[in-house]
């Protein structure tokens, strides 16, 4: 087993079109941009073939993410990440989460896909598939459709953490959400993820990857090919599984093969991303009941106020160009989001005050949506906007810290 870092070759690109019941979308020039040629290609790929013990690490937005496969079946694949949450997709890259345990906005739910979107592998230049999402969740129950067109756009080499690669650029549509997957064989996943909102953008990239087996150990990864393709992917670690063990139902990881002196680099970055996780695990605990008795009762008495304004509220610093914020509430139109802060500034004047109204885009890519987060700005720092948070959630609503500037 070997470790992804750095070149990777991908593949070429040409037509089939989907067999799915929703009509085929015509992308016009305007509609995708044409990948940018690569130094060298691949032939087209097949789906990819996740196992459990596979594990990536990410830095969505500034935030460092870790997702490993715990499960495999001949038609779902199972996730958790570092946060505990779980979610089931398929092999098929473009779909987005059949079922998953949580969410912000919508709680637990699930999703059914209308269509084939399989049909766009192998992937080569010029497939295109179209195919629908009906989903409901304990918060939505009424439930949503949607339909989401791709398109693979060509060939492009892409340079994340993790390295430079040689990708599939495959573009997909839906409403008013433009989303770009750079996908690397190698890798058996997408490298890069690019959104475009209608007013924000947002961008996941690779900082390293683990695979629990050798079965892209023959796929050439440089364009310079080496004489020992041995500078690839590592195996996963005990300390990959100790996140989550694997369904014995749902197939063991296969046996490692030997790593590769240059995973060391890797695995040196695995263990960063792990203690950035740890310690915004502890920043999560500093809120809650986990926190000291003596800063509990300071944080009940900051949160009173009397009616003759005796007694004042110990607020976080405001920073009008601060880069952190408090998501408060969600919203499907910025209208509402309007209307929802306007009421927010009534029952919490104190809190809010030196507060501005800004909203942020969020789509999981799952095809639920896009949510209008309502989010009071700005903080100078993490620790500020931990503390604002504290104030509201001690008057039961809801908060979370958040970066709003990168």
Request: proline residues 7%; neutral net charge.
């Amino acid at each position: 087993m070997r470790h992804l870092f750095r070149r990777f070759v991908p593949v070429i690109l040409v037509g089939a079109l989907s067999a799915c019941s929703f009509e085929v979308p015509e992308f016009s020039d305007s509609d995708t941009l044409p990948a940018k040629a690569p130094l060298a290609q691949l032939p087209p790929a097949p789906q990819p073939l996740y196992q459990p013990g596979d594990t990536y690490v990410f830095n969505d937005d500034g935030n460092v993410v870790q997702e490993q496969v715990v499960g495999v079946t001949p038609d779902r694949v199972t996730w958790t990440n570092d946060s505990g949450l779980i979610w089931t997709t398929t092999n098929e890259l473009i779909t987005p989460q059949l079922s998953w345990s949580s969410h912000p906005e919508l709680g637990r739910g699930r999703q059914n896909i209308i269509g084939n979107p399989g049909t766009l592998f192998p992937l080569q230049e010029g497939n295109i598939v179209a195919y629908g999402i009906r989903g409901s969740s304990e918060k939505v129950p009424t439930g949503w459709d949607d339909e989401v067109r791709c398109v693979v756009a060509g060939q492009e080499d892409v340079t994340v953490p993790a390295g430079t690669f040689t990708t599939y650029r495959i573009d997909c549509k839906r409403k008013n959400v433009d989303t770009s997957l750079f996908y690397a064989p190698v890798a058996q996943n997408y490298v890069l993820r690019e959104r475009t909102f209608a007013n924000s953008r947002s961008r996941k990239e690779l900082m390293s990857v683990s695979l629990a087996d050798n079965r892209t150990a023959e796929m050439p990864v440089t364009v310079d090919q080496p004489a020992k393709l041995t500078d690839m992917v590592a195996p996963a670690s005990s300390t990959h599984a100790e996140m989550a063990k694997p369904d014995a139902m749902m197939g063991a990881p296969k046996e490692p093969g030997k790593m590769h002196e240059g995973a060391e680099d890797a695995r040196l970055l695995m263990l960063i991303s792990r203690l950035e996780a740890v310690v915004g695990k502890l920043e999560t605990m500093s809120e809650g009941k986990m926190m000291p008795p003596k800063a509990e009762a300071e944080m009940k008495s900051a949160s009173k106020t009397d009616d003759q304004g005796d007694q004042k509220t110990s607020l976080a610093t405001a920073s009008p160009d601060g880069k952190y914020g408090i998501h408060l509430e969600s919203y499907r139109t910025m209208q509402g989001a309007r209307r929802g802060w306007s009421a927010l500034e009534k029952r919490y004047p104190n809190e809010l005050k030196d507060l501005s109204f800004k909203t942020v885009e969020f789509d999981a890519g799952d095809g639920r949506g896009t949510f209008v987060r309502l989010v009071g700005a700005a903080f100078k720092t993490r620790a500020d906007a931990l503390k604002a948070c504290s104030a509201m959630k001690a008057k039961r609503q809801f908060c979370q810290a958040v970066r709003i500037a990168r």
